[in-house]
């Protein structure tokens, strides 16, 4: 079936560095890929998404693109803050379904 | 507009008890979808459904059911409760438009089974 893999961390910066959480996933076809974001104490929230390969996703900063032929979604940051600091989930959906798939998750603490 | 709302927050039940998670999705959005949250195995997808039908359900025991209402909101059912049932419980809305639809979720349940 249907897997997503990243890296588990934790992952601990000092503000204004650059992050790179990668991502890689197994699938069939074509899956939409995401980011998903968790504050403590809270669900989910969208961070970015891509559905077709080559598109880059963007949000807040943070950028990722759909490489089809490295099976990669690969989240970076240019420069973190303090405020960055969550759990961050990789996702595939395939088409015809509102199933997610998620990756084990990567917290990232940021110092100041 | 309000978001996903889940009720109850916070839910401490014993072993063998049963347990019913509500969940209201955003005003508009016909499909619901539950997850369940452990430190050792993530994310992992329950159902989900859309008009009152359950169109996907994860690789859970009978123990865990759903149902989807007319007006949309969803109710998860957990029976028999065990230990390893305790988790975040999240449900996801959306309205269900295609690839590129976003889902919407909720600040779960936190269920404690003792």
């Known amino acids: 079936g249907d897997s997503v893999t990243q890296m588990e961390g934790p992952v601990t910066l000092s503000e204004e560095a650059f992050l790179t959480i990668n991502c890689t996933y197994t699938?069939?076809?074509?899956?939409?890929l995401f980011w998903y974001v968790q504050y403590p104490g809270e669900g989910l929230q969208l961070l970015l998404k891509a559905t077709k390969a080559d598109d880059k996703g963007s949000n807040k900063g943070f950028e990722a693109t759909y490489r089809k032929e490295t099976t990669s979604f690969h989240l970076e940051k240019g420069s973190v803050q303090v405020s960055d600091s969550a759990v961050y989930f990789c996702a595939l959906r395939q088409g015809g379904s509102e199933k997610l798939v998620f990756g084990k998750g990567t917290k990232l603490t940021v110092n100041p | 507009k309000a978001g996903v709302t889940q009720t109850p927050r916070y839910l401490i039940k014993t072993r063998g008890q049963q347990v019913t998670l509500s969940c209201s999705p955003i005003s508009g959005h016909r499909s619901v979808s539950w997850y369940q949250q452990t430190p050792g195995q993530g994310l992992q997808f329950l159902f989900e459904?859309?008009?009152?039908?359950?169109?996907n359900k994860g690789n859970f025991p009978g123990r865990f059911s759903g149902r989807q209402f007319s007006n949309s909101r969803s109710e998860m059912n957990v029976s028999t409760l065990e230990l390893g049932d305790s988790a975040l419980y999240l449900c996801?809305?959306?309205?269900?438009?295609?690839?590129?639809?976003?889902?919407?979720f909720g600040p779960g349940t936190r269920l404690t089974v003792l």
């Open positions: 699938a069939t076809g074509y899956p939409s």
């Open positions: 459904y859309f008009s009152e039908t359950q169109r």
């Open positions: 996801a809305s959306s309205t269900l438009s295609g690839r590129d639809n976003e889902q919407f």
